[in-house]
C-alpha cells in the first residue's frame, strides 16, 4: 500500500522545506517539495515537521531478567510513542548478552514483541573477547563495554582483558566509562561522613568528575593505539568533552543522553532518586559544555540510557537507592523544547538523533528519509502543549521525572517500516518491527 506525508515542514540532511515523502509498503519513494501520488493514502502532514525516525541507540529494556520493571513490548510501546523507530539494547540483562546464545535469545523475544526494530549490543567481559569473532557484523551494532560499575555487576578490571578487547573489537566498541577504585573511595569517605546510604545530592561527588575523566582518558588511550572504533556513552562532565575531536564520525564518538542535557546538580532538591543515574547528572558548568558540544561537533548522539526501575526501587540516598531512568518516551519532545530554547536547530537534533546514529553505527538504510530507505519517520507538531501525567506513560515502571511537566511539541504519527506504529495517542500493539541490518 502507498501512502503520501503531505504538506509538513521536512527536516532531512541539514535541509528544511515544505514537502511530501512517498511510501510504497515499507520503502521510501520519494521525498521532496513536488512529490505527488494519484492512487496513495494521504496522511496530512499540514501544520506539522516531518523527521526521520529516531535511532535511539542506547537503552536497557530489562527483558529477560527484570521484566516487573520492562520488557520489550511496554518499552517498544514506549518508543513509538515517542517517535523512536529503532532501539539497540544493553546487554546487562539476567543473563547477561555475553554468549551468543544470549544474544540469539534476544532477538528471538524481540521478533515476537517489539513494536519497533532493534537490535542488541554483545557485552564484554573479562574473559570472552574469544567470541568477537563469532559475531555477525551485520546483526548487532556494536559491543559494550563497562570500564565501570553499573546495573549487571558487567565491570571489565584487568589490563589485560583491556588491552585483548580493544585490539580484537572489529565493530565499534561503546564504552561506559567511570573508575571503580576512584568511586569505591569516595563512596567510603562519604559514608564515614554521612552515614551508610548519604544523600543523593552527593552521587555526582561519589561518582565523580575524576571518576570519569581518568577512565575516560584510558579509553581514549586505548582506542588510539588499537585503532579501535571507540563510542564514549554518556559523558556528563565538561572535561571529557573537552577530550573529543570534533566531527569524526568514524573513529573517537561521543553521545550525550537527554537526561544530562536536560537536567542538572540543581534538580536533586527536587526530583530526588528519580534523577539519579550512572554516570552521575552533575553541575550546571557540565550541562552547559554538553550543549555546545551538541553544537560544534564534539557530542554526535543523543541517546536516552532509558532504564527503567520500579519506584519502589529508587527509595534511599546516593549508595541504596537504584541508578536509572525511564526516558524513551519523551526525549523528542525534550530535545525540541531545546530547540525552542536555542540550543540547537532542529537540522542538528536530526543528526544527532537520526542521521549520525545511523553512520557510526553503520545501520543500512535507515535514518534519513532517502529513496530506497525503510520508511522509518515521525510527525510532530508544535505549539500543542500537552502535560505528562502517569495515565499516557507507556513504560511499565509508570514513572517518569517529567512527570508535571508541559511540553510544547507533540509526537503526533510514528511510522515504522511505513506502518502507522502510532497514531494519536495509540500504539498498534499487533504490529511488530523488524531487525535492523549494518554495514
Known amino acids: 500500500m502507498r501512502s503520501l506525508i503531505r504538506g509538513g515542514v521536512i527536516v532531512n540532511e541539514g535541509r528544511k522545506f515544505t514537502g511530501s515523502v512517498l511510501v510504497d509498503d515499507d520503502t521510501i519513494l520519494a521525498c521532496g517539495p513536488e512529490v505527488s501520488s494519484a492512487d496513495a493514502n494521504v496522511i496530512d502532514a499540514t501544520g506539522c515537521y516531518v523527521l526521520p525516525g529516531i535511532i535511539d541507540s542506547h537503552v536497557h529494556f530489562r527483558e529477560p531478567g527484570m521484566t516487573e520493571k520492562a520488557d520489550m513490548e ?104 567511570e573508575d571503580t577504585a576512584i568511586i569505591n573511595r569516595n563512596m567510603k569517605a562519604f559514608k564515614e561522613r554521612y552515614g551508610d546510604d548519604p544523600e543523593v545530592w552527593t552521587h555526582p561527588l561519589i561518582r565523580s568528575e575524576e571518576a570519569c575523566l581518568a577512565s575516560t582518558m584510558k579509553a581514549i588511550e586505548l582506542a588510539v593505539k588499537h585503532q579501535t572504533q571507540l563510542h564514549l556513552a554518556h559523558l556528563s562532565t565538561q572535561a571529557e568533552v573537552e577530550l573529543i575531536p570534533a566531527n569524526c564520525l568514524h573513529t573517537i564518538t561521543a553521545e550525550a543522553t537527554v537526561g544530562h542535557l536536560i537536567f542538572s546538580c540543581k534538580d536533586y532538591q527536587r526530583l530526588g532518586t528519580r534523577i539519579k543515574v550512572n554516570p552521575a547528572i552533575k553541575s550546571i558548568n557540565d550541562q552547559e559544555e554538553l550543549r555546545r558540544g551538541l553544537r560544534d561537533g564534539r557530542i554526535s548522539t543523543v541517546a536516552t540510557d532509558h532504564a527503567p526501575h520500579l519506584l519502589t526501587q529508587k527509595q534511599g540516598g546516593a549508595a541504596r537507592a537504584a541508578s536509572g531512568m525511564p526516558m524513551i518516551q519523551f526525549s523528542l519532545p525534550a530535545m525540541l523544547e531545546l530547540v525552542d530554547e536555542g540550543v540547537i536547530t532542529i537540522e542538528r537534533m536530526v543528526e544527532l538523533m537520526a542521521h549520525h546514529p545511523a553512520t557510526i553505527f553503520s545501520v543500512r538504510q535507515r535514518g534519513f528519509l532517502r529513496q530506497g530507505y525503510k520508511a522509518d519517520l515521525v510527525i510532530v507538531r508544535p505549539d500543542t502543549p500537552w502535560e505528562v501525567t502517569a495515565d499516557v506513560i507507556e513504560s511499565r515502571c509508570k514513572w517518569s521525572p517529567l512527570e508535571g511537566h508541559t511540553f510544547r511539541w507533540r509526537v503526533e504519527k510514528t511510522l515504522c517500516n511505513g506502518h502507522l506504529v502510532y497514531d494519536d495517542g495509540q500504539v498498534d500493539v499487533n504490529y511488530y518491527g523488524q531487525s535492523v541490518e549494518f554495514r
Do not use: W
Open 74 to 177: 511496554s518499552e517498544s510501546r514506549a518508543a513509538a510513542a515517542g517517535g523512536v523507530t529503532t532501539f539497540f539494547d544493553m546487554p546487562n540483562t539476567v543473563p547477561q548478552t555475553t554468549t551468543l546464545a544470549a544474544l540469539d535469545e534476544k532477538f528471538r523475544l524481540a521478533a515476537v514483541k517489539s513494536h519497533v526494530n532493534y537490535s542488541f549490543f554483545f557485552g564484554a567481559t573479562n574473559d570472552n573477547a574469544s567470541l568477537f569473532s563469532q559475531l555477525d557484523p551485520h546483526r548487532i551494532p556494536g559491543i559494550k563495554l563497562f570500564m565501570g560499575s553499573s546495573t549487571g555487576n558487567m565491570l571489565v578490571d584487568r589490563d589485560e582483558a583491556l588491552e585483548r578487547i580493544f585490539r580484537e573489537a572489529r565493530l565499534p566498541l561503546v564504552a561506559h566509562c
